[in-house]
């Protein structure tokens, strides 16, 4: 029994082979493309439930490919990309893709966030009050943070940024993003303003901040939360 159906748009033969047969081994079904336009072609066919993308694709640049997508559907797209390009991961992280993993990368990384972006597809009809992670605890209804059953005072925009995380669970959330659903606007010269609160959050609900538990920076791109 397949898992999903999973889109590869790859170039890169080397890379096409190794991410084809570790799918398969971890019962994927898998499409592949060479480039954006058959990867395009073979989305909008085969209907696939995620897929994996690279940016640096020799006709179409990756970014137009997320961009077509978005317009139908809010499937999984987990970018693939290359060191040292923060910038083109940023933008499109927000074009719509959901996470992305760095070449080289380890297939148990890759198959970690595959199944986090499952996650969040799977249907769910229950009314969820209380968020539970590790010692965390998010109680919707009365406002509440507890850790380890201990009650933590965050301000309000710091509890707002912990609901958009949580809320986001996986997912990385660039600095951009953040900054427009938190302020409603996005400035450059605040982005130290964002790292301050989240510097206070972690401190607040954090173990150890050297190590964090929940929150994770992804370095030059944004946060992630990470718990389960």
Not at 150 to 169: A, M
């Amino acid at each position: 029994m397949t898992k999903g159906h999973i889109l590869v748009i790859e170039d890169d033969k080397s890379i096409i082979n190794f991410l084809t047969i570790s799918l398969k081994t971890n019962n994927y079904k898998v499409d592949v493309a060479e480039n954006g336009l058959n990867g395009m072609s073979l989305f909008f066919t085969n209907k696939p439930d995620m897929v994996l993308l690279d940016l640096g694709l020799p006709d179409i640049d990756g970014t137009e490919v997320i961009r077509q997508i978005r317009m139908s559907s809010n499937i999984p797209i987990i970018v693939i990309s290359a060191r040292g390009q923060d910038e083109e991961k940023v933008e499109a992280l927000d074009l719509g893709a959901d996470d992305f993993v760095t070449k080289p990368f380890s297939i148990q990384e890759l198959m970690a966030r595959i199944r986090v972006g499952f996650r969040k597809v799977m249907p769910d009809n229950t009314i969820q009050n209380v968020f539970e992670s590790g010692g965390l605890k998010i109680d919707y209804e009365m406002r509440q943070v507890t850790v380890d059953e201990v009650p933590v005072h965050l301000t309000p925009i710091e509890y707002k940024i912990l609901l958009l995380l949580v809320k986001n669970s996986g997912k990385v959330l660039t600095h951009r993003y953040l900054q427009n659903e938190i302020w409603g606007y996005t400035d450059e010269k605040e982005f130290q303003s964002l790292r301050v609160f989240m510097a206070n959050i972690r401190k607040k609900i954090e173990k150890d901040t050297n190590h964090p538990q929940y929150i994770v920076t992804e370095v030059g791109v944004g946060y992630r939360f990470v718990g389960n």
